[in-house]
């Protein structure tokens, strides 16, 4: 659950021995749920539907999520990517990113996922899981070894799941298949690639709100999906269905072109579609058509949609490094990026079963006025940028600094249809970076880090937002870290005190149907500490511990409207910033002897304020969960079977987690101009699933 590290800032590792020991449903949220730095919330079981994380008062929104140091999924997706199987490790870099990563969004740092390298021998492994909510999955990777004497390995690997909604009515469907290819030289150059594709086909949940959540609780009527068509209500599943397919590709290629210089290059593509389906209402009779001109009678129930018609992401880093000397180690690159996101908003027929037709079916299409209702908007951006680095080692490597500077320049555009009324703007960020750490001795290290960070609004946010004519600012971040780590043959130990200013804070809200958008909320101030240790292994335990404490607070009185619809301000100033528990703690125990292995885990993250006025809040909530397992000899081509079992909220708890973006005020509050404010928004949560069990069967062969 924790490794030694040696880097000059906060970094927090899960390993492949951890992973495994986890259901292969998880995704890299359920391996770093017990680092100190987050909070995560999942909305199930199945990993099919991801999650969110809360960092150091931000959130998943303000973090580069990468894999292989490429731009990955948005936590709420994060499944789209890769199989746990073939991850190797999954980092945290809470306060920090490096100089040469292609992020628009590392304000609450990195997580970055490492995939797994094919093997030199012709093999593979496979698995297979049943669990609670009928949930099966079924997983299997090829590696073909070493292809004769070209030094070039790869593996190929698929995986399909399915499962009910824990909540609600509903089944969701998941099929994935991972690609990895490798080819090493002699002389350190390497060239990797990794690619994925993900079909999913899952309910969009319901979140609730604080009152729904409290009936569930003490009477035990949900607040999911329903199980049948509902012509009055037009909430049945099968009209509330996420489908989408990703594509995911990135190459990483070192070159090392003589004893003093060296190129990478790592190019990355992500191309995604697909759409969301719920409830459009009812047709109100002779305003709305067929397409051959029939009215569709009054009362016919109608689906709205979130038509991604294309999501992409394309983009490449070039670096080139050079030895200046035996102390000093130069790099200059250059990274480009570019996002293009088009949608519509179409509505169509319900079928008469009850499930939503394709929005591109034109037998359901509706019209008006022999016009088809067909709003949408294309919003991107393109990026330029220029780093350059460097790093410098004294005292026989104890010492090393390490100075850099990058810049970052964006053009943002936002087209809406019909009308092709256009928005953009140009934005740059200046980006120091400067590091120093010294091992005093072989057990003990200090460091010091501070660095520039920020988050670009993204398009599909931008998107799901009303604009009248002005497009949110960059969040720019200055953050702070003093850290110190000790280690040896019993105990590994770190702390970190961390300070974050931030201007023009970025908030998500959620809109609905899986879509958030975003707005500019004022300045805010974030300071704390963080904490881990663990122990070396002792007569097979090794117990770990983790602690954040977490001061953030509101900096502005953030903009809000009257009753009477006068411009003012909620008095926010000074209050603790939303979505920012003060405390969150962690413990863990693991147990390995002989073939049996097992972890336990227990997680708190304290009360926290979940809208912007401060008006709402939500308690502070334990999880937990337990892995068990026992590794076999190899019995004929079984090189290690395996079975175990992981168990999550074992105590059957009924919590919430975590909120799905910030509300405005839940009550009518006092404003800045001595007014009562109008009716706001008030959060919509995570609820911690009921208890569940997998049993995984696996071997290598």
């Given at each position: ?249 990135t190459a990483p290629m070192h070159f090392v072109l003589n004893d003093k210089l060296q190129f990478d290059l790592r190019p990355y593509y992500n191309w995604g579609r697909g759409w969301d389906g719920s409830s459009g209402g009812f047709s109100s009779g002779n305003t709305t058509t067929y397409a051959g001109g029939q009215v569709i009678p009054a009362g016919t129930p109608l689906t709205s949609y979130f038509l991604e018609d ?182 590994v130990f770190d702390l970190d005190l961390f300070n974050y200013n931030i201007t023009n804070r970025l908030l998500s809200t959620y809109v609905g149907n899986n879509q958030f958008g975003v707005v500019n909320a004022g300045n805010q101030t974030a300071r704390g500490v963080d904490m881990m240790a663990s122990l070396q292994p002792i007569y097979g335990f090794s117990p770990y511990v983790s602690f954040e404490y977490l001061n ?59 809208t912007i006025a401060g008006d709402q809040r939500m308690p502070g909530y334990l999880t937990n969960t337990l892995s068990l397992g026992y590794h076999f000899k190899p019995v004929w081509y079984a090189k290690s079977p395996t079975v175990r079992l992981n168990f999550t909220n074992l105590t059957g708890a009924v919590v919430r987690t975590g909120a799905i973006g910030v509300g405005t005020n839940a009550t009518v509050v006092r ?31």
């Amino acid at each position: 659950m924790m490794r030694v590290e040696t880097a000059p800032y906060a970094v927090q590792t899960v390993s492949k021995a951890f992973i495994a020991a986890k259901s292969p449903t998880s995704t890299a949220l359920d391996f770093i749920k017990n680092l100190p730095s987050v909070s995560v919330s999942d909305p199930d079981t199945s990993g099919m539907q991801g999650g969110i994380i809360q960092s150091r008062s931000l959130t998943d929104a303000d973090m580069a999520l990468m894999l292989d140091n490429a731009p990955a999924a948005s936590a709420k997706y994060l499944s789209e990517n890769i199989d746990s199987e073939n991850l190797e490790s999954v980092s945290m870099m809470p306060g920090s990113s490096p100089i040469d990563l292609p992020a628009t969004s590392a304000a609450a740092g990195v997580m970055n996922e490492t995939s797994y390298d094919p093997g030199h021998k012709f093999g593979g492994m496979t698995d297979f899981s049943y669990g609670t909510n009928n949930m099966s999955r079924e997983f299997l990777r090829l590696e073909s070894g070493d292809i004769g004497r070209t030094g070039v390995r790869s593996y190929i690997s698929f995986s399909h799941t399915h499962a009910r909604s824990w909540m609600g009515a509903g089944s969701n469907e998941r099929r994935h298949l991972d690609f990895g290819l490798r080819k090493d030289w002699d002389n350190g150059s390497f060239a990797k690639v990794f690619m994925s594709w993900n079909s999913e086909d899952f309910v969009i949940d319901r979140f609730p709100t604080a009152s729904e959540f409290f009936t569930y609780k003490h009477t035990g009527q949900g607040y999911g999906r329903k199980a049948e068509f509902d012509k009055t209500g037009n909430d049945y599943w099968k009209n509330n269905i996420d489908h989408w397919n990703q594509l995911f590709l990135t190459a990483p290629m070192h070159f090392v072109l003589n004893d003093k210089l060296q190129f990478d290059l790592r190019p990355y593509y992500n191309w995604g579609r697909g759409w969301d389906g719920s409830s459009g209402g009812f047709s109100s009779g002779n305003t709305t058509t067929y397409a051959g001109g029939q009215v569709i009678p009054a009362g016919t129930p109608l689906t709205s949609y979130f038509l991604e018609d294309g999501a992409l992401d394309v983009g490449a880093t070039a670096k080139l490094g050079y030895d200046i000397d035996r102390h000093n180690h130069f790099e200059f690159g250059y990274w480009y990026e570019n996002q293009n996101y088009t949608q519509h908003f179409p509505t169509s027929v319900t079928k008469a079963d009850g499930s939503n037709p394709s929005p591109n079916d034109g037998y359901y299409q509706v019209f008006s006025n022999g016009t088809r209702s067909f709003p949408g908007n294309t919003t991107g951006y393109e990026v330029h940028s220029l780093f350059l680095n460097n790093t410098a080692k004294y005292l026989n490597s104890r010492l090393l600094i390490s100075a850099g500077f990058k810049y970052v320049m964006t053009n943002i555009w936002f087209v809406t249809y019909p009308g092709n009324a256009h928005m953009g703007q140009n934005l740059t960020a200046p980006l120091p970076h400067l590091s120093v750490s010294y091992n005093i001795n072989e057990h003990h290290q200090v460091y010091i880090n501070a660095e520039g960070d920020f988050r670009q609004p993204d398009p599909s946010a931008i998107a799901n937002t009303k604009y009248t004519g002005t497009l949110p600012k960059n969040q720019y971040s200055i953050k702070e870290e003093l850290g110190y780590r000790y280690n040896d043959k019993y105990v590994v130990f770190d702390l970190d005190l961390f300070n974050y200013n931030i201007t023009n804070r970025l908030l998500s809200t959620y809109v609905g149907n899986n879509q958030f958008g975003v707005v500019n909320a004022g300045n805010q101030t974030a300071r704390g500490v963080d904490m881990m240790a663990s122990l070396q292994p002792i007569y097979g335990f090794s117990p770990y511990v983790s602690f954040e404490y977490l001061n953030a607070r509101l900096d502005s009185n953030i903009a809000a409207s009257d009753a009477s619809g006068n411009l003012t301000a909620f008095r926010t100033k000074g209050t603790q910033a939303p979505m920012a528990p003060h405390v969150t703690a962690n413990f863990g125990l693991t147990y390995t002897n002989a073939g049996f292995f097992a972890n336990a885990t227990l997680h708190y993250t304290g009360p926290q304020s979940v809208t912007i006025a401060g008006d709402q809040r939500m308690p502070g909530y334990l999880t937990n969960t337990l892995s068990l397992g026992y590794h076999f000899k190899p019995v004929w081509y079984a090189k290690s079977p395996t079975v175990r079992l992981n168990f999550t909220n074992l105590t059957g708890a009924v919590v919430r987690t975590g909120a799905i973006g910030v509300g405005t005020n839940a009550t009518v509050v006092r404003l800045m101009n001595g007014n009562l404010s109008g009716a706001g928004s008030s959060a919509q949560f995570y609820v911690e699933p009921r208890f569940s069990m997998t049993g995984t069967v696996s071997t290598a062969f």
